[in-house]
């Protein structure tokens, strides 16, 4: 099962900000926070991941809480083509089915012109 | 170039056939996996290699069987294809097993069993 739980929808306008929220109460120390998301009928595509501290790539960022319980991915400048499914998930650095990656339901952002 | 790449891309078969499906990747990794996508859309692992060792078993039908010809190549074989095996299979590759890096999806094959 997934260790997150996230909004089954949000809805974005074009140009403005998408903040994705993740709730992560369980998380272990060593576990790391990764968004991925699915754009309809395609494979899931990395965004964004991190441990502790606040991270920002070409595509978001993410900004995890202090007590790591929850966090939330920002796409600065939501466009249509970012409409997708994006999942949180938390998983260990580590071999084995730990580390594996497991999706939840994810929230299913539209962005609407 | 693609990074991840599975063939074919729509398969439709009849319950009792074997089928493959291939996956190749370009980008080096030394691990490669196999996932379920159903019709509710849940994404579920199935396998994962990492150079040429089955590292990771979920519990699925040995009816299920990933082979790995090389590093680039994880290829996912079906005996007896049943209804519900009806689904989208992704693969995918890291550059490490189970490490902090992330993994590149192909972009699918969707098979349907009739």
């Known amino acids: 099962d997934a260790k997150t739980t996230q909004p089954p929808s949000m809805d974005c306008a074009e140009g403005r900000a998408a903040n994705l929220p993740c709730n992560h109460s369980?998380?272990?120390?060593?576990?790391?926070v990764y968004w991925y998301r699915q754009i309809h009928s395609q494979g899931p595509q990395y965004i964004i991941h991190?441990?502790?501290n606040n991270e920002t790539n070409e595509m978001a960022s993410l900004i995890i809480t202090e007590d790591r319980k929850s966090s939330t991915l920002i796409l600065p400048h939501a466009t249509l083509r970012d409409t997708a499914v994006y999942y949180c998930?938390?998983?260990?650095?580590?071999?084995?089915?730990?580390?594996?990656?497991?999706f939840g339901k994810g929230t299913k952002l539209s962005v609407k012109p | 170039d693609t990074a991840v790449s599975q063939t074919p891309k729509y398969l439709v078969t009849q319950m009792g056939n074997d089928k493959s499906i291939k996956c190749e990747q370009n980008?080096?990794?030394?691990?490669m996996y196999w996932y379920k996508q159903d019709s509710k859309k849940f994404l579920k692992i199935m396998f994962s290699?990492?150079?040429?060792?089955?590292?990771i078993n979920e519990t699925v039908p040995n009816r299920f069987s990933p082979k790995s010809p090389d590093k680039a190549h994880l290829n996912l074989h079906i005996n007896s294809l049943e209804l519900g095996d009806s689904a989208v299979y992704f693969c995918?590759?890291?550059?490490?097993?189970?490490?902090?890096?992330?993994?590149?999806f192909g972009p699918g094959t969707r098979l349907t069993v009739t």
């Open positions: 995918a590759s890291s550059s490490q097993a189970g490490g902090p890096s992330e993994q590149y």
């Open positions: 369980t998380i272990s120390g060593n576990e790391y």
């Open positions: 991190g441990l502790k």
């Open positions: 998930i938390v998983r260990v650095a580590g071999g084995g089915s730990q580390g594996n990656l497991i």
């Open positions: 980008l080096g990794h030394d691990t």
């Open positions: 290699y990492n150079n040429k060792e089955l590292i």
